[in-house]
């Protein structure tokens, strides 16, 4: 959105106020986080689905429920550093998308890397591995 905003219209949302800077910086990170680690919720729901004969405490709606809003409150508090630490004024009076207190974003673009990408390729690779399994293994039963 910033590179459409900055070609045409020639500003950046992070740059126009301290309080847009820190809520994009959050929103930029919840979101990919909150999204990768529902899907991996998702595929132990099928893993699950398919492992049990019976159904689990897991498929009952207001327990699935429970567990997303958990899954989102749990991000939101991971990354409401943002909120504090987020953005900063230069001694010009301009805003910076760096911290005044520490250097956030190389030490953050690091742990983003292991709760957005890394752990949760990991398990979506094992749970899917174990629906594919079963679906194979009860696929030679039906013939």
């Given at each position: 959105?910033?590179?459409?905003?900055?070609?045409?219209?020639?500003?950046?949302?992070?740059?126009?106020?301290?309080?847009?800077?820190?809520?994009?910086?959050?929103?930029n990170?919840?979101?990919?986080?909150?999204?990768?680690?529902?899907?991996?919720?998702?595929?132990?729901?099928?893993y699950?689905?398919?492992?049990?004969?019976?159904?689990?405490?897991?498929?009952?709606?207001?327990?699935?429920?429970?567990?997303?809003?958990c899954?989102?409150?749990?991000?939101i508090?991971?990354n409401?550093i943002?909120f504090v630490?987020g953005?900063?004024?230069?001694?010009?009076?301009?805003?910076?998308v760096?911290?005044?207190?520490?250097?956030?974003?190389?030490?953050?673009?690091?742990?983003?890397?292991?709760v957005?990408n890394?752990?949760?390729?990991?398990?979506?690779?094992?749970?899917n591995?174990?629906?594919?399994?079963?679906?194979?293994?009860?696929?030679?039963?039906?013939?």
């Open positions: 959105m910033d590179g459409i905003l900055i070609i045409t219209y020639g500003f950046t949302l992070q740059t126009s106020s301290i309080s847009l800077c820190r809520f994009s910086s959050f929103f990170y919840f979101t990919c986080q909150s999204s990768a680690w529902l899907r991996i919720f998702i595929c132990l729901d099928r699950l689905s398919l492992s049990c004969l019976q159904p689990t405490w897991f498929h009952r709606p207001k327990n699935t429920f429970i567990i997303i809003i899954i989102l409150v749990f991000f508090l991971f409401a943002f630490y953005c900063s004024y230069k001694t010009d009076g301009t805003i910076q760096h911290s005044w207190a520490f250097s956030i974003y190389p030490l953050w673009d690091y742990i983003n890397l292991g957005y890394c752990i949760p390729f990991l398990l979506m690779v094992i749970f591995s174990g629906v594919i399994y079963h679906l194979i293994t009860f696929g030679k039963f039906r013939r």
